[in-house]
């Protein structure tokens, strides 16, 4: 199994992060889901498009067409519907959701990716995990450190020097945060030295190879 950009990690099994996803929520915000309208949905990597596909919108469903190819067969034209649900939002309006259109499934789903089969289901029937399943301790004190200093306007990356404070937050709120992230710093970095204590790799060799 995999689909466009697809891998496996050490667990053997692939996250929702490795397949390409459609996500209803970007469509009805940016007013896609509207009876008659017809666009294109891309996918990019470093500004460049890797994959595309038609979609157009009906009452209550989508019409999905591609092109798809697995291993060395011939390209196979998709097109089939992907029926919509709605549902009221506790402040008023309607939340769209998709129904997950592989044989027997039917789930209500925010994601439907695209896989082997060419077929694209919610992640219970690709039976992918959420990549932060396979983080360890430290791999999630390094992340949860990151978006701090994405918050703070900090360069991403935990073994990157500490910035100012942001123009306009106040010291209460930048000492807090600030406190935050070196504790997950200080976790993260505990994590890196028995890992790596484990490979005969110390943290200064880690440092010194930046």
């Not at 798809?68 to 196979?76: A, E, L, N, R």
């Amino acid at each position: 199994m995999g689909g466009w950009g697809s891998g496996r990690g050490q667990s053997g099994r692939d996250t929702t992060s490795d397949y390409r996803a459609l996500d209803v929520r970007r469509l009805q915000r940016d007013g896609l889901l509207t009876p008659g309208r017809s666009f294109g949905w891309n996918w990019t990597r470093d500004g460049e498009t890797v994959a595309s596909i038609q979609v157009r919108a009906e009452t209550d469903r989508i019409i999905l067409n591609y092109r798809h190819k697995s291993g060395g067969s011939d390209w196979q034209p998709m097109d089939y519907p992907v029926r919509l649900a709605w549902t009221d939002c506790t402040l008023g309006g309607r939340r769209a959701w998709l129904l997950c259109p592989a044989r027997g499934c039917g789930r209500r789903v925010a994601l439907l990716y695209i896989g082997g089969s060419g077929i694209f289901a919610c992640r219970h029937c690709y039976k992918l995990a959420y990549a932060s399943q396979r983080e360890t301790g430290d791999d999630r004190a390094a992340r949860r450190a990151d978006r701090i200093r994405d918050r703070l306007g900090w360069e991403a990356g935990i073994l990157n020097g500490e910035g100012d404070k942001p123009k306009g937050m106040h010291w209460r709120t930048f000492n807090r945060l600030h406190a935050e992230h070196n504790d997950f710093v200080n976790a993260s970095l505990a994590g890196m030295m028995r890992k790596f204590g484990r490979l005969g790799v110390g943290l200064d060799d880690l440092l010194d190879d930046r």
